[in-house]
């Protein structure tokens, strides 16, 4: 039963003329100026919601006669207009992080996050790290504001770092990282992961978050004489420094800090330019006690934050073909031990 009434027609009306002003203000390219649309309309379906379930079916239908060419007037996207509003009722959060994002983007995460401070903050790392809409899918698949923003974290960063890159380095660490193109099998050993970490690097990298640059593995360092090997060494971009990681895959020892201490005092020395900031490490474990990590942090004099990681329980189809043969692993890795000697 249609709508028809002269409240409803001027509703209409105000409606049409903002779609016919964006229109306009959309041809000079301008993203928001939609955006902004479909929240002014998203409140102006709330505000009418005595006309019941069919004011969104009229709508549709006015809005596709008047505009026969134009898309986004769904029955649908209407409802997303209508949910948009409801979640984000600042006008100033739109214009200052909705906006800056695509519809899609938008609707992605009103499907898939059920809180505004979620929702507020996937949409400024959207923003700030330039997610495409697959990047933020992973993002929210893989739960990182569970793990990154909200995380309980192991660090001793607030400690050794000035602010703000204490701050910036203590909300890039995630606890746990996820490898989920990395299959959990049975007797897998550390370097079998640090080499699928690698033939991976970009998938790495996602996880990992902004700025991080593969330098190396099995990294070489020469002190005394004496040579070393870091498991992975990337420099940060937006951290502006080394990063240092090592990986075991087993519970967190203490004497596992004072290792990854002096990795650091060795980059710090040998790589870090003067322009750098001090090279931070992160510890990768397969599981940590909390306080048992914080004591082994307590008196270390660099910073180092500890985390766990996980690894997926089988291995997506479209990763089977990066990955190396456990040939070809047990061939590196019997020749790298065997160099090590």
């Known amino acids: 039963m249609l709508i028809n ?21 959309a041809v000079l390219g301008v993203n928001r100026e939609q955006i902004l649309l479909y929240w002014n309309i998203g409140k102006i379906i709330i505000a009418n ?3 019941g379930a069919k004011f969104i079916d009229n709508l549709a239908s006015d809005i596709k006669a008047e505009f026969p060419n134009a898309k986004g007037y769904s029955i649908r996207n209407l409802k997303y207009m209508r949910k948009f509003a409801e979640v984000i009722e600042d006008e100033a959060k739109v214009q200052t992080l909705s906006a800056l994002l695509s ?28 997610w495409s809409l697959s990047a ?15 995380a309980d974290k192991t660090a001793n960063f607030d400690r050794l770092l000035p602010s703000p890159f204490s701050e910036l380095a203590e909300e ?5 990282y996820v490898f989920d193109f990395i299959e959990k099998r049975k007797g897998i050993i550390e370097r079998e992961i ?8 970009a998938k790495t990298i996602i996880e990992l978050g902004t700025g991080f640059a593969f330098v190396g593995n099995q990294y070489h360092i020469e002190v005394s004489e004496k040579d070393y090997y870091i498991d992975l060494l990337f420099y940060n971009t937006k951290l502006r420094c080394y990063v240092v990681i090592e990986l075991k895959n087993s519970e967190f020892k203490p004497e596992y800090a004072g290792k990854l201490n002096f990795y650091l005092s060795a980059v710090d020395d040998i790589l870090k330019h003067e322009t750098d900031n001090p090279s931070i490490g992160i510890m990768l474990c397969k599981t940590k006690d909390k306080l048992t990590a914080e004591y082994a942090l307590k008196d270390i004099n660099k910073p180092i934050g500890v985390s766990e990681y996980k690894l997926s329980d089988f291995v997506p189809a479209e990763f089977v ?3 190396p043969s456990a040939e070809d692993i ?6 790298e031990l065997d160099f090590d000697d």
């Open 194 to 201: 640090e080499h699928e970490l690698v033939a991976n690097i």
């Open 172 to 176: 890039s660490l995630k606890n746990p």
């Open 103 to 130: 519809w899609s983007h938008n609707t992605l995460l009103l499907d898939k996050i059920k809180t505004r401070e979620e929702i507020e903050w996937y949409a400024s790392q959207t923003i700030e790290n330039g």
């Open 5 to 25: 009434n002269n409240e409803y027609f001027e509703i209409l009306n105000n409606i049409k003329e903002r779609i016919r002003t964006a229109q306009y203000k």
């Open 330 to 335: 047990e061939k590196r890795v019997r020749m």
């Open 49 to 51: 919601t005595k006309y």
């Open 136 to 150: 933020l899918e992973y993002h929210i698949e893989t739960k990182t504001y569970q793990r990154q923003a909200i």
């Open 321 to 323: 073909d990066t990955l």
